[in-house]
């Protein structure tokens, strides 16, 4: 990207900057003022409604930030798009990147103490999802399974272990052919399978254009040979772009068959339908328990069929929004702002009309029996 480019992003992204808004005043608009989402915030996590939220070990859901999550059923877990280091808005084009020890600890802290998780998946290789994974690998869980695309394993192949990196794109899942999506299903171990499935990736916003960063497929980053060292951010190429269905399985000892205990379904990219759809069948077998959908740049896919449409397509018992916390903002800092340059407002308001929905805020919760 030229140096011109860069300081007009910049200076687009200065505008934006004004457009971070506080959770009260999204919530507290007059525009949300006489809907069920008034008085919403309650504690570490914002509902629409409480009656869910039961402390309980079965399944546990901790949000980490952007499409980062830590996902636990009893004796097995995951972590999703690990990314916690705070890189301020104008060093992003400009500057090198670093992980931060001190924010990976911080938003790992629960995870530590409690289950080690198996596998890490990861959506897309654009930095807010992939960047931190080779330090956390590297420092923390070094036999963990790193389930990603092609991309993916190019931009880890100089940091991390590749025997430990799947590339999954020979396994993915599409609403349009899925034809053997049964044998599409990733067995992580005989506790959880995972089931990729293509998706897209919409515009990170639009003025008179539409802007779509680091598009492209990645590849190894030069220099960049240990997760303690710099690279920049124009070089986490975004690759594909997948949704995952996650099922925490058991097996019935008598007829061998899958019992799935628990399914969730996690998009936090926004997309054209049917992209990231899971395929009908498979649906028609289980429905989804928890969906997990991104909310950044929602309002830069024409025709506003997103997020509406896949959340009544998917019709889950529970839905959760991701990826709304501005994430230009230090981690650790307390409240969360929205990220600019979405209607926040608009979505929970449309959304109001059908759903409730959580919106977790980091390190916040959400168990169920
Ligand atoms: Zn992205």
Same mark, same amino acid.
């Given at each position: ?7 007009? #992003?910049?200076? /687009?992204?200065?505008? $934006?900057?004004?457009?971070?808004? +506080?959770? =009260? *005043? @999204? ?33 546990? #859901?901790?949000? /980490?930030?952007?499409? $980062?999550?830590?996902?636990?059923? +009893?004796? =097995? *877990? @995951? ?291």
């Amino acid at each position: 990207m030229s140096h011109a480019t860069n300081i007009i #992003l910049s200076l /687009l992204f200065l505008f $934006g900057i004004s457009c971070s808004k +506080k959770i =009260e *005043s @999204v919530f507290n608009s007059r525009k949300l003022k006489n809907t069920q989402l008034t008085n919403a915030i309650i504690k570490d996590t914002l509902v629409v409604d409480s009656q869910y939220i039961k402390d309980s070990d079965s399944l546990s #859901l901790q949000y /980490l930030g952007c499409g $980062g999550f830590y996902i636990k059923y +009893k004796s =097995e *877990s @995951v972590l999703i798009d690990p990314y916690f280091t705070y890189h301020p808005l104008l060093s992003v084009p400009f500057k090198k990147l670093t992980s931060n020890k001190n924010d990976i600890e911080y938003g790992l802290e629960d995870v530590f103490s409690s289950t080690k998780p198996s596998s890490i998946l990861i959506s897309h290789s654009h930095y807010d999802h992939l960047f931190d994974t080779p330090y956390i690998v590297n420092h923390y869980f070094k036999d963990i399974k790193i389930y990603g695309s092609t991309s993916t394993k190019n931009i880890l192949s100089t940091v991390v272990d590749t025997s430990n990196v799947i590339d999954v794109s020979q396994k993915f899942a599409s609403e349009s052919n899925h034809l053997n999506a049964d044998d599409q299903w990733i067995y992580v171990n005989d506790k959880m399978r995972i089931l990729f499935i293509q998706s897209g990736h919409g515009p990170h916003f639009r003025l008179l254009f539409t802007f779509h960063f680091h598009k492209g497929q990645g590849h190894k980053i030069k220099g960049y040979t240990n997760p303690s060292l710099e690279s920049k951010a124009n070089k986490w190429k975004e690759g594909d772009t997948y949704s995952f269905l996650i099922d925490f399985i058991d097996k019935d000892p008598n007829t061998g068959h899958i019992i799935i205990n628990e399914r969730l379904f996690i998009q936090s990219s926004p997309s054209y339908p049917s992209l990231g759809y899971p395929p009908k069948e498979i649906l028609d077998e289980r429905k989804v328990d928890t969906a997990i959908i991104g909310g950044a740049s929602f309002n830069y896919i024409k025709g506003e069929e997103y997020p509406y449409k896949i959340i009544k397509y998917l019709d889950a018992k529970t839905l959760v929004i991701c990826h709304w916390e501005d994430f230009f903002r230090p981690y650790q800092e307390q409240p969360k702002r929205f990220v600019r340059l979405t209607n926040f407002k608009k979505l929970f308001y449309e959304l109001q009309k059908e759903h409730q929905f959580y919106l977790l805020n980091i390190k916040g919760q959400y168990k169920i029996l």
